[in-house]
């Protein structure tokens, strides 16, 4: 991505929440043959952007976001987040909202949420006061003493956020939060996204298969090709915010949604 | 709640039933009363039997034989499980050898160990710990295996650290399952060292009831069936208690 010539370069203080992906490839050996899995992806995000990365399954949109997370290494390229490399897990710099499932069972909602805190020790009561500010957040006030089982699907993910929340990280990685959702709560939870990121101001790098959600979330959408994955397209999502359910049968949402469709069907 | 309730009287009904018939049978000749002595007898025969010091010692040396095994080979079996579970290449090599080892029926090694060991409180231990380390092994390659991968991820991620992922993750993950497998391994080890103990021994319950099996003692040894089942049944369902109160969330 080159820069715009007329954006001035920001200080490294204001860089908190950049994302900076440069020429970054993964390959994974096999005993037959090397399946290249990413090939030179090269992307920018600026601090406080709502980023959706779509496209086929196996196109790696899963593998690159592992890869800002530093759960797994690239085998080529960098990727720097708030203006420092990011070679391991840091979840002072990101936060990662993974796909259902990931709550621990054997914990309450406010225990969950607690957890990143726990590890690293930090005193009880601070603990409980900062989850009880997160479940605020996400909308599950007084939800804190309730088990997974005990929460439907949309308010197990709205505890996820709130685990991602709790240390406060500039970046908020999400791996297909809302896939295993029913469309009815999927918009709800999308709208309670946006809330919550307008409340926030953290920069959202957002995974999905669903074209929908892409464009109705988004300021701006990374369309990724499948084998090699590689981004085929870059688009600016220039409807007003707050986004409606009215805009989904507008003209300019149809059309965006048209134009990754149609890069997504050159490649499957 | 009614509905537990009511299950509740069923069973105690049952038990209730089964001692009355027992009763009956025996007090009106229906059974021979010397090969079936009556429930009453029976249980006036364990109060006696649980006053008399030799019985009290046969109970000591039971319970030092079936302790010491099991806090041998529940470490012992949960350490090689872990290692089977955690390393690939490990665990397909050892997998099936360890479910033929499984199928054996252990009491045939029995003469072995005798001849090994001698007549004494190590063939009980021997004996039992081998009894019981092969279900504890494959018990704790299940727990492991239940650990689900998502959850270590997650721990990953908010960079915990070896040990925190051990008593975050594994342990309360494999706690439900580890529980189960303590209560299971019980049943083989006081199987292992009772059955050793009847076979060859000079003390020891398992010695006291073949004893009074030989001897035609059937009051003592209708009492002392009794008692080693109802130890049994006590362990049991304490660790159940603790199970169900651990795995709550397993629903």
């Known amino acids: 991505m080159q820069p715009l010539a007329n954006v001035t370069p920001l200080k490294p203080a204001a860089r908190a929440g950049a994302i900076e ?42 593998t690159l976001l592992m890869m800002m997370a530093g759960l797994r290494q690239q085998t080529a390229g960098t990727i720097t987040i708030s203006g420092a490399p990011i070679l391991q897990p840091d979840p002072d710099r990101v936060g990662v909202v993974f796909q259902e499932a990931s709550l621990f069972p054997w914990l309450t909602a406010e225990d969950n949420v607690e957890f990143p805190l726990a590890l690293r020790g930090v005193p009880k009561a601070e603990r409980r006061a900062k989850a ?72 959202v790098v957002f995974v999905t298969h669903s074209l929908t959600e892409a464009v109705y ?30 805009m989904l049968s507008g003209d300019a949402f149809g059309s965006l949604r048209d134009r990754i469709w149609r890069h997504i069907r050159k490649s499957a | 709640m009614q509905g537990t309730l009511a299950i509740n009287l069923a069973r105690i009904a049952i038990i209730v039933a089964i001692l009355a018939l027992w009763e009956v ?56 499980g872990f290692l089977v579970a955690e390393n690939r290449y490990f665990a397909d090599v050892a997998k099936p050898l360890l479910f033929f080892a499984f199928s054996i029926p252990k009491s045939i090694f029995l003469p072995m160990f005798i001849l090994v060991f001698g007549v004494g409180f190590a063939q009980k231990v021997g004996f039992g710990f081998f009894s019981t380390i092969f279900i504890v092994i494959m018990s704790t390659t299940t727990a492991v295996e239940s650990v689900k991968v998502e959850h270590l991820t997650v721990a990953r991620s908010y960079g915990a650290t070896p040990w925190q992922t051990a008593f975050r993750v594994y342990l309360p993950s494999m706690l439900p ?4 497998a303590l209560r299971i391994s019980m049943i083989f080890n006081l199987t ?36 080693v089942a109802a130890i049994a049944m006590t362990f049991n369902e304490l660790v159940r208690w603790v199970e169900t109160r651990c795995s709550h969330w397993r629903t």
Request: with cysteine; glycine share 10%; aromatic share 4%.
């Open chain 1, 21 to 62: 992906v440069k020429n970054v490839g993964q390959v994974f050996k096999t005993r037959s043959q090397d399946v290249v899995a990413l090939e030179d992806v090269s992307l920018e995000v600026k601090p406080g952007r709502f980023v959706v990365l779509v496209g086929p399954s196996g196109c790696g949109k899963s």
């Open chain 1, 132 to 203: 009880q500010d997160a479940l605020k957040l996400v909308g599950l006030d007084g939800f804190g003493r309730r088990h997974p089982h005990e929460l439907s699907g949309g308010m197990k993910q709205r505890v996820s956020i709130a685990r991602g929340l709790v240390q406060d990280p500039p970046v908020l990685l999400m791996d297909e939060p809302f896939a295993a959702l029913d469309e009815q709560t999927r918009m709800t939870m999308g709208d309670e996204l946006l809330r919550i990121w307008a409340a926030t101001g953290k920069t």
């Open chain 1, 217 to 246: 979330l988004a300021d701006e959408v990374i369309v990724m090709s499948a084998r090699p994955g590689r981004i085929v397209d870059h688009l600016q999502v220039q409807l007003p915010r707050p986004r409606t359910y009215e």
């Open chain 2, 25 to 80: 049978l025996s007090r009106t000749g229906i059974v021979n009363p010397r090969l079936l002595p009556s429930a009453s007898d029976t249980f006036a025969t364990l109060g006696d039997l649980l006053r008399r010091a030799a019985v009290q010692k046969d109970l000591m040396v039971t319970a030092t034989e079936v302790l010491t095994a099991f806090a041998l080979a529940v470490p012992f079996g949960a350490l090689i």
């Open chain 2, 177 to 180: 399952v580890l529980l189960e």
């Open chain 2, 192 to 227: 292992g060292v009772i059955l050793a103990e009847m076979y060859a021994s000079r003390d020891g319950i398992g010695h006291q009831i073949a004893t009074w099996g030989e001897n035609f003692q059937m009051k003592q040894l209708l009492a002392g069936v009794v008692m």
